[in-house]
């Protein structure tokens, strides 16, 4: 698996020997987000069948150069494929190119391989399209969209209401679509385009039945002479969903390897035998490049067990403050709406370098399993992995490291200031727990909320409809409500009998919050802490704290903000705006301190 840029993509090599190379087209958005852990697998597995495989993120997104507002967005994403599909025949020097794309990315692999059908450089084009789960249809693609995002928004989304996108927009969880994107899916019907570009087409089908517009697709393209075989795809479902819960489609996978190993013989060849060589494709290139202003480079660290991207300022020498993005939840590293990318680079054009870390379980880390759960990502190792991501940065000369992380992350970062001396600063949002143990182990995954998000979904007339019209089972509900009651009501009664002591119980998790807030305070670790009005982290800082955190008054060095616009996951701008610039307000003033105790800055290093 090597990493590789091209034409402002960032992208994966997964080499083989074979003559047939498969691009890999993502989904969109969150589904990019959710599916990430079974694309990656799905390019080793195809890989150790003898495929050449590149996936890559499309411009704008992922760790890929451009802004998200850039114009023409899926005519720009199609043209990328074709630039992987040229970049995968000049590294592996394979005859024929099959594109592999889903949902959202099937569409533009169709796109694509109409574009090259009639270049000339591609004699006919591509050899085959593996569709899963295609978007054939635009209009009711956003209908979906929306559907998800209002659900959303209805059930744990925060009492403040969020503002509506610009104009002719649509917000998807952390992600925005533009008017103009809008306007490009409103368009996209596949049944209803030219012929099929590709002689060969396996379609895996979600939803089968006559009602199915994958299916109706296929039987488009079988009418008009393309040889495609179709396939129920039953584990769809638990694939698409939140990455730390998101499987990856074994039977599927399994079943397209098949089909591609099956008929290379029937696949057409394209330019035969051709190597070609483009510039930047050798691997003496140099893994550092220049994306929106700064520079990148990948890094692999802790014995090659865990990936990062090092960002950088391009020109001028970086300050001595560093700043650390763990993973949050099961996203690989480039975070919910971009917001590690976008940030990281605001940071190095202030002159500061920050690492966008995968710990060893996660993303595009070397070993990364097939599967995660909460209780995995809780646990020990990772915490020891943001650790020794401290440690490799201190090496390489950052006399302050920040870390900066949200719900997990924040849970990894904190633990990993506790273990690590060498941890000067924390921005910690929406922290859900202090401490993770064997209860925790049994409820994760279950649902939990405060009760402030219970009353603030309750307080919602959409909510109550959905329950009278049947939409919203009220039994698993009122069960969620009950063990969360039960929680609340047993560890508010240790709260208290802890207090009546008069002194704290080391066993306890409220004695074990206070002492690692104490301790990070005495060592001088300047620690923010960010939580939504009515988030499930903010009662669990109530009941170690007091009901207005007094506990943590005494603290010169802890800082506790309230934000009304912050959601859980921050899926919404608002509360990403606000994240990040308390990370840059936060880096900046430990800037200041350093400068202002005579800790010099190199030269060229700014403090703004």
Same mark, same amino acid.
């Given at each position: 698996?090597?990493?590789?840029?091209?034409?402002?993509?960032?992208?994966?090599?997964?080499?083989?020997?074979?003559? %047939?190379?498969?691009? /890999?087209?993502?989904?969109?958005?969150?589904?990019?987000?959710?599916?990430?852990?079974?694309?990656?697998? +799905?390019?080793?597995?195809?890989?150790?069948?003898?495929?050449?495989?590149?996936?890559?993120?499309?411009? #704008?997104?992922?760790?890929?150069?451009?802004?998200?507002?850039?114009?023409?967005?899926?005519?720009? &994403?199609?043209?990328?494929?074709?630039?992987?599909?040229?970049?995968?025949?000049?590294?592996?020097?394979?005859?024929?190119?099959?594109?592999?794309? +889903?949902?959202?990315?099937?569409?533009?692999?169709?796109?694509?391989?109409?574009?090259?059908?009639?270049?000339? &450089?591609?004699?006919?084009?591509?050899?085959?399209?593996?569709?899963?789960?295609? !978007?054939?249809?635009?209009?009711?693609?956003?209908?979906?969209?929306?559907?998800?995002?209002?659900?959303?928004?209805?059930?744990?989304? =925060?009492?403040?209401?969020? =503002?509506?996108?610009?104009?002719?927009?649509?917000?998807? /969880?952390?992600? *925005?679509?533009?008017? &103009?994107?809008?306007?490009?899916?409103? &368009?996209? *019907?596949?049944?209803?385009?030219?012929?099929?570009?590709?002689?060969?087409?396996?379609?895996?089908?979600?939803?089968?039945?006559?009602?199915?517009?994958?299916?109706?697709?296929?039987?488009?393209?079988?009418?008009?002479?393309?040889?495609?075989?179709?396939?129920?795809?039953?584990?769809?479902?638990?694939?698409?969903?939140?990455?730390?819960?998101?499987?990856?489609?074994?039977?599927?996978? *399994?079943?397209?390897?098949?089909?591609?190993?099956?008929?290379?013989?029937?696949?057409?060849?394209?330019?035969?035998?051709?190597?070609? @060589?483009?510039?930047?494709?050798?691997?003496?290139?140099?893994?550092?490049?220049?994306?929106?202003?700064?520079?990148?480079?990948?890094?692999?660290?802790?014995?090659?067990?865990?990936?990062?991207?090092?960002?950088?300022?391009?020109?001028?020498?970086?300050?001595? !403050?560093?700043?650390?993005?763990?993973?949050?939840?099961? $996203?690989? @590293?480039?975070?919910?709406?971009?917001?590690?990318? %976008?940030?990281?680079?605001?940071?190095?054009?202030?002159?500061?370098?920050?690492? *966008?870390?995968?710990?060893?379980?996660?993303?595009?880390?070397?070993?990364?399993?097939?599967?995660?759960?909460?209780?995995?990502?809780?646990?020990?190792? =990772?915490?020891?992995?943001?650790?020794?991501?401290?440690?490799?940065?201190?090496?390489?000369?950052?006399?302050?490291?920040?870390?900066?992380?949200? #719900?997990?992350?924040?849970?990894?970062?904190? @633990?990993?200031?506790?273990?690590?001396?060498?941890? $000067?600063?924390?921005?910690?949002?929406?922290?859900?727990?202090?401490?993770?143990?064997?209860?925790?182990?049994?409820?994760?995954?279950?649902?939990?909320?405060?009760?402030?998000?219970?009353?603030?979904?309750?307080?919602?007339?959409?909510?109550?409809?959905?329950?009278?019209?049947?939409?919203?089972?009220?039994?698993?509900?009122?069960?969620?409500?009950?063990?969360?009651?039960?929680?609340?009501?047993?560890?508010?009664?240790?709260?208290?009998?802890?207090?009546?002591?008069?002194?704290?119980?080391?066993?306890?998790? %409220?004695?074990?919050?206070?002492?690692?807030?104490?301790?990070?305070?005495?060592?001088?670790?300047? %620690?923010?802490? /960010?939580?939504?009005?009515?988030?499930?982290?903010?009662?669990?800082?109530?009941?170690?704290?007091?009901?207005?955190?007094?506990? +943590?008054?005494?603290?010169?060095?802890?800082?506790?903000?309230?934000?009304?616009?912050?959601?859980?996951?921050?899926?919404?701008?608002?509360?990403?705006?606000?994240?990040?610039?308390?990370?840059?307000? @936060?880096?900046?003033?430990?800037?200041?301190?350093?400068?202002?105790?005579?800790?010099?800055?190199?030269?060229?290093?700014?403090? #703004?």
């Amino acid at each position: 698996m090597r990493r590789l840029m091209f034409e402002g993509c960032a992208g994966w090599l997964h080499e083989a020997q074979g003559t %047939t190379g498969v691009v /890999l087209c993502a989904p969109l958005g969150h589904e990019a987000m959710w599916s990430h852990r079974a694309w990656r697998h +799905l390019a080793d597995d195809l890989a150790a069948a003898g495929m050449p495989v590149l996936r890559f993120d499309y411009p #704008c997104t992922g760790d890929s150069a451009g802004a998200c507002d850039a114009a023409h967005f899926l005519g720009r &994403a199609a043209s990328s494929i074709v630039a992987a599909a040229a970049q995968l025949r000049a590294l592996a020097g394979v005859e024929r190119i099959v594109l592999c794309g +889903l949902r959202a990315g099937a569409s533009l692999a169709v796109q694509a391989a109409e574009a090259m059908r009639s270049h000339p &450089a591609w004699q006919g084009g591509v050899a085959g399209l593996v569709l899963l789960a295609p !978007v054939v249809n635009g209009r009711a693609y956003l209908r979906e969209l929306r559907a998800l995002h209002l659900n959303w928004l209805n059930s744990v989304g =925060p009492t403040e209401t969020p =503002p509506p996108a610009p104009a002719g927009g649509l917000d998807v /969880l952390a992600f *925005r679509f533009t008017a &103009a994107t809008v306007r490009e899916l409103e &368009a996209l *019907r596949l049944d209803r385009g030219t012929a099929c570009p590709a002689p060969h087409v396996l379609v895996l089908d979600p939803w089968p039945g006559t009602t199915s517009a994958a299916g109706a697709l296929a039987q488009y393209y079988t009418d008009g002479g393309v040889k495609v075989d179709t396939a129920a795809f039953p584990e769809y479902a638990d694939m698409m969903q939140s990455a730390e819960f998101a499987g990856v489609p074994a039977q599927a996978w *399994r079943q397209l390897v098949q089909w591609l190993g099956s008929t290379p013989a029937a696949l057409p060849a394209a330019l035969p035998g051709a190597r070609w @060589h483009m510039p930047g494709a050798g691997r003496g290139a140099s893994p550092r490049v220049a994306v929106d202003g700064v520079a990148e480079e990948p890094v692999w660290l802790n014995a090659r067990r865990q990936f990062g991207v090092l960002c950088m300022p391009r020109d001028a020498a970086p300050a001595p !403050v560093a700043v650390i993005f763990p993973n949050t939840g099961g $996203n690989h @590293h480039v975070g919910d709406g971009r917001m590690f990318v %976008t940030l990281s680079r605001r940071l190095a054009r202030l002159g500061v370098v920050s690492l *966008r870390l995968d710990v060893s379980a996660l993303g595009d880390s070397p070993r990364a399993p097939r599967s995660m759960s909460i209780s995995e990502i809780y646990s020990p190792g =990772p915490r020891a992995d943001v650790s020794a991501a401290v440690d490799w940065m201190r090496a390489r000369g950052f006399r302050c490291i920040v870390l900066a992380g949200v #719900c997990s992350g924040a849970f990894l970062s904190l @633990h990993a200031a506790l273990a690590n001396p060498g941890v $000067n600063g924390l921005v910690l949002a929406n922290l859900v727990k202090f401490r993770w143990d064997r209860a925790d182990d049994r409820s994760a995954g279950k649902g939990a909320r405060s009760w402030q998000g219970w009353l603030s979904a309750a307080r919602r007339g959409g909510n109550w409809q959905r329950v009278l019209q049947g939409q919203v089972r009220i039994g698993p509900l009122a069960a969620a409500m009950a063990r969360h009651a039960y929680r609340h009501a047993t560890e508010r009664v240790a709260f208290r009998l802890t207090r009546l002591r008069g002194g704290e119980d080391l066993a306890s998790a %409220t004695a074990y919050a206070r002492a690692a807030m104490r301790g990070l305070n005495e060592r001088g670790v300047r %620690t923010d802490m /960010l939580y939504g009005s009515d988030d499930m982290g903010l009662e669990e800082a109530q009941l170690r704290f007091g009901r207005d955190l007094e506990a +943590l008054a005494a603290f010169t060095h802890i800082t506790v903000h309230r934000h009304g616009c912050m959601d859980h996951a921050l899926f919404l701008a608002g509360g990403r705006q606000v994240f990040c610039d308390q990370v840059v307000k @936060h880096v900046v003033a430990r800037l200041a301190a350093m400068e202002a105790v005579g800790d010099g800055l190199p030269q060229g290093a700014k403090v #703004c």
